[in-house]
């Protein structure tokens, strides 16, 4: 069928809401994992290739948390009150658009955010050195010019100055530690956040490396 796409159900309920339902979904193929199999007048059934699915209401219900470094895996209620924040990426990025692209959006635009270059940057009569932190302070976009970012960058002498650099601008950048704090359910409404890794805020737990997933509640109609 022109327009088919394959999804991992998961993902493809993640993208939902349910404003958008109902949706009849038919099974490609897929594996299946513990909790997925129910029972139906005392058999247990599963979804079989061909079968149709109508999904006619979703609810987010919990977040299934994997700590990285120990493997352990645990579930925490959406409406948990702690604090997360963003972990920065150890690969870098190859372009300052690149690095703009993973930045959340619609909290606050997400600005500022510092980061820094792996070599020396020369901007007119400034020059910059090689791991020296820059704020990003806002986007610049002008009429028929390319957009760029204004950055904020502080001298060895405290002094500061204000940088345009280009959003095609080539190099290695490292995100740096972000003050930004989210909750669970700004985490899950943000595509973006959702792809990022996580660590407790002012907890005995913040030396934990988290991956968030949603666990969703789904009522569907079986053909």
Do not use: W
Request: glycine fraction near 6%; include cysteine; proline fraction near 5%.
């Amino acid at each position: 069928m022109a327009g088919t796409i394959a999804l991992p159900l998961q993902e493809f309920i993640g993208s939902l809401d349910n404003t958008s339902l109902p949706k009849i979904l038919q099974v490609c193929s897929g594996v299946y994992f513990q909790g997925s199999v129910y029972e139906l007048s005392g058999s247990e059934v599963c979804f079989s290739t061909g079968d149709l699915v109508k999904v006619i209401g979703i609810e987010l219900q919990a977040v299934s948390c994997e700590d990285i470094i120990s493997n352990e895996k645990f579930e925490l209620p959406i409406t948990h009150t702690g604090l997360f924040k963003v972990v920065p990426e150890q690969t870098p990025y190859s372009s300052v658009e690149e690095m703009l692209s993973m930045r959340p959006v619609g909290l606050n635009d997400s600005l500022p955010f510092t980061f820094t270059s792996n070599s020396k940057m020369t901007f007119g009569s400034l020059i910059l050195g090689a791991g020296k932190p820059l704020t990003v302070l806002s986007i610049e976009r002008h009429k028929g010019e390319e957009d760029k970012v204004r950055c904020h960058v502080r001298g060895q002498t405290e002094a500061s100055a204000e940088v345009c650099i280009p959003l095609s601008c080539q190099g290695e950048f490292y995100e740096c530690e972000s003050e930004d704090c989210y909750t669970l359910k700004e985490i899950m409404s943000s595509p973006r956040l959702r792809t990022r890794r996580f660590r407790f805020v002012k907890t005995t737990k913040c030396d934990r490396v988290l991956i968030f997933s949603p666990v969703h509640q789904v009522q569907a109609i079986m053909n």
